[in-house]
Every structure is written in structure tokens, then in C-alpha cells.
């Protein structure tokens, strides 16, 4: 099994909290290693990469990721802040404005860069790093993303672990001692281990409620998309008082969801 670690691959951002770094073990052994912005945790799941350019709130928040630790593969993430989560969309009553759920569904993040807290948009109302520490999800920058995807793509699906720094270290060295963990076969001894974890043997279903059959999550775009043209596009479950499909002119069918 490969034994490589490769450490960030830029530099922390000018005057932000040291929040330590990171292991982003892979399967085959491979680490990446970055600067940790999210909750201070550990955690373990599948691997897999989002190529989008923008829309990140909209990608962690998507149920299709539950369990799963996502690499953003576009270099800049953070930019925009994250808007309101208080704000409920006004057709999908019970899911914010802005997202695909009501909570983020992602084990943990993989990104290249970060803009901490200076982001602008004037609907943000706090930075990406803050909203993820609010969910208790844990996130890295300053990993090399396109050699990562490269390794995804080329070795398929994977499992990994994010392994978060042990706090009795100085200065990057172990009980005071010199032995980086940076690119050494010893990067083990300053972070912590946890299980391997594969969500795909995990019942994700049970873990929600159902409360209709109408529309996925994962297609709230879709329905507010509709709803702008048509402006008369109402959600009807499949069964109960309201299941009156066959009287609509028109019926998308749709995924059926669970409440997130």
C-alpha cells in the first residue's frame, strides 16, 4: 500500500486562527494534508468530486452527498459567504430559500483555496467556514484537488477519513520533538484516528422522514425554476386528502423525498 503525504500546497491565510491542520487519508494510503476551517472533528466516508464553478451552498446541502466527503475541484471557494438559512423558500415551505435541504449533508470538505471571512454578496450573511462549524462539519484548504480528482477518477470510488490534529503538539512537532509530520512516514502520531467508514453499507433512507412523495430535494432548483413560469405549481403527495394529481393539466413526476 502506497505510503505518500503530501503537505499544503499553500500558505495559511494571512491573519486567520490557527485552527490546525488536517490528514486526508485515501484508501491506498495516500495523504493530503490542509489547513483545517470547519468544525474541529474527525470524520470518515466516500470520496467524491464536484466540478461546478459556483453554487456550493446548493452542493453540500444536497441529500444525493449524505455521508460523503466532497472535493470541490474550482479553486475558489468562499467568496460569496452564505446567505440566510432563515429565510424559507416560499413554495418549498420547509427548506431555506437558498439550498437543496435544510442542513448540510456532507461528511466533510476538500477544497484548494478559501476566502475565510472576507467574503461579499449582498445576500451572505455569514462565511461558508462559520455555517459548517454551526453543522459540525469539518473542512480542509490548501489541498492539491486536481492531483486528488486525477486519483479519484483513475482508481474510482474511494474511502477516506479526515483526521484532525492532536492539540498536545508545538509547533508542528510531537511532544516537542523535531519529526514534522509533513511528508514522514511518523505524520500519524499528531492526529487522530478513526474507523473507516463506507456510507454506501449504511441505511441513509432511515436516518430521514418521509412526508410525501411529490418532489425530491435534490430537485428544489427544478420546482422553483417551474414555478417562476408556470406561478401556479403546487407539491401534492401521491396519497391522502391532498392527492388530487389527476385533476392538475399537467403532472411532473418527480423523486420521492424524505424531510431534511
Not at 26 to 32: A, I, K, N, R
Not at 129 to 157: C, F, H, M
Not at 229 to 250: F, M, V, Y
Request: hydrophobic share 35%; aromatic share 8%.
Amino acid at each position: 500500500m502506497a505510503r505518500i503525504s503530501y503537505p499544503p500546497v499553500s500558505a495559511q491565510l494571512l491573519g486567520a486562527t490557527d485552527e490546525g491542520l488536517i490528514s486526508l487519508e485515501l484508501q491506498d494510503g495516500t495523504v493530503y494534508q490542509g489547513y483545517s476551517f470547519g468544525a474541529q472533528k474527525s470524520v470518515a466516508g466516500e470520496l467524491v468530486f464536484q466540478t461546478g464553478m459556483v453554487g456550493y451552498p446548493e452542493s453540500i446541502t444536497d441529500p444525493s452527498y449524505r455521508g460523503q466527503i466532497l472535493v470541490i475541484t474550482f479553486p475558489l471557494v468562499g467568496n460569496y459567504g452564505v446567505p440566510s438559512r432563515e429565510t424559507m423558500d416560499d413554495l418549498l415551505e420547509d427548506i431555506p430559500a437558498h439550498f437543496e435541504a435544510s442542513q448540510i449533508h456532507i461528511a466533510g470538505l476538500i477544497t484548494a483555496s478559501y476566502s475565510g471571512e472576507d467574503f461579499s454578496h449582498h445576500l451572505a450573511t455569514s462565511s461558508l467556514g462559520t455555517w459548517l462549524k454551526e453543522q459540525g462539519i469539518p473542512a480542509i484548504y490548501g489541498v492539491d484537488t486536481r492531483a486528488l480528482t486525477k486519483r479519484i477518477r483513475q482508481e474510482g470510488s474511494m474511502l477516506g477519513r479526515m483526521l484532525l490534529q492532536k492539540k498536545d503538539l508545538v509547533n508542528g512537532y510531537v511532544n516537542g520533538e523535531k519529526g514534522s509530520f509533513l511528508q514522514s512516514k511518523d505524520w500519524r502520531a499528531g492526529f487522530e484516528l478513526i474507523d473507516w467508514v463506507n456510507p454506501n453499507t449504511m441505511n441513509l433512507v432511515a436516518e430521514g422522514e418521509f412526508v410525501h412523495c411529490s418532489f425530491d430535494t435534490k430537485c428544489s432548483d427544478i420546482v422553483r425554476s417551474i414555478n417562476q413560469e408556470a406561478q401556479n405549481l403546487s407539491p401534492r403527495p401521491l396519497k391522502g386528502p391532498k392527492a388530487s394529481i389527476w385533476t392538475a393539466d399537467t403532472c411532473f413526476m418527480l423523486r420521492c423525498r424524505v424531510k431534511v
